[in-house]
């Protein structure tokens, strides 16, 4: 074992479960061209561009993490393939593998993918989460204000490039509950991992409720109307901390992420930035830290400005609740207050 690998061990961040942190997900911009209601308000406030961080200032800031554990980055939004120099910035992650990155990882919604796919393939990008919600034209419009055929076009030109992908389907009761034959018989045809999403609370104008999730069981009983259905003999989403439990539809592989009704949260070892340097130790985190001030600090390297984040840091992960079920009751409450944080997945990532 060498030192780099020593000092990654020994400075790990872990919280109060003694779950270690190995997933950074950082948002590179909250703005998006889709307008899915699960996810973006009607009237978002985005943020000001000279606000954002820089990648320079995001990429020390990834380095200071894998250094520090961190093996996964994925890069979230908003749509971050509408942040200029994205592509840059994960060819220049590539450096930090040598330290002990093992995969970089995007989530997008796969309208501007077409034109990005050579240059995303070249730059490095180990995978893609594509959402698709519906493969109903008229349906998809109403959902995102786009049009379906560039998805379907941009999701064709990352399979022929060898891009492997993820397709990620949010299920709302009443609105697209509709589309899971639609898409269970699509992902078996075209060969593609497919994985269906409970409705999480974490749209921008907070009406969720749970009336409107569709959960893992409705999904698996529709599923078995059509198809066989046989689940994974072990948990490999507990094992590998993923939060998509695994099933067999004919044979073919799809998943659940079912937070709402059966959570993963006990095994999660994700941690978030947003675009303008806050910081998240749970999707659902009442509040977050804001570290524009110490990540600024890490350009150029100051040596005691590690040490003031890495305490920062250290503190708050520490903190980190159980997961959603731990912090249900305290975000209803935070519903009746107008102080509250507004938490809005365009501004997250997911």
Known sequence: MNMMTELKTEAQFVDQFGRGKRKLRISVTDRCNFKCVY??????????????????????????????GIESIRITGGEPLMRQGVVHFIAQLQDLKKLGLKRISMTTNAHYLKQYTQALKQAGLDDLNIS?????????????????????????????????????????????????????????????????????????????ST???????????????????????????????????????????????????????????????????????????????????????????????????SSALSNYIWNKEHGFHAIEQRLKNQSMNQNSRKISMHMLGG
């Open 39 to 68: 996810c973006m308000p009607e009237h978002p406030e985005w943020m000001k561009k000279h606000d954002l961080l820089s990648f320079e200032e995001l990429y020390q800031f990834c380095d200071f993490m894998v250094r520090r």
């Open 132 to 208: 698709l919600d519906s493969l109903d034209a008229d349906q998809f419009k109403q959902l995102t204000q786009k049009e379906l055929a560039p998805i379907l076009d941009g999701i064709r030109a990352a399979q022929a490039a060898g891009l492997p992908i993820k397709i990620n389907s949010v299920l709302m009761n009443g609105i697209n509950d509709n589309q899971i034959l639609p898409l269970a018989r699509w992902s078996v045809q075209e060969k593609v991992h497919l994985r269906f999403i409970e409705f999480m609370p974490l749209d921008g104008d907070r009406k969720w």
């Open 211 to 309: 009336e409107h999730v569709v959960s893992e069981q409705q999904i698996l009983a529709t599923l078995a109307t059509e198809f066989a259905v046989t689940s994974q003999a072990i948990d490999l989403a507990q094992l590998n901390s993923d939060p998509a439990r695994q099933y067999f539809i004919d044979g073919h592989p799809i998943g659940m992420i079912s937070t709402i009704t059966h959570s993963f949260c006990g095994t999660c070892d994700r941690v978030r930035l947003t675009a303008q340097g806050e910081f998240y130790n749970c999707l659902f985190a009442p509040k977050g830290l804001n570290l524009k001030a110490e990540i600024k600090a890490l350009v150029p390297s100051e040596p005691l400005s590690e040490v003031s984040l």
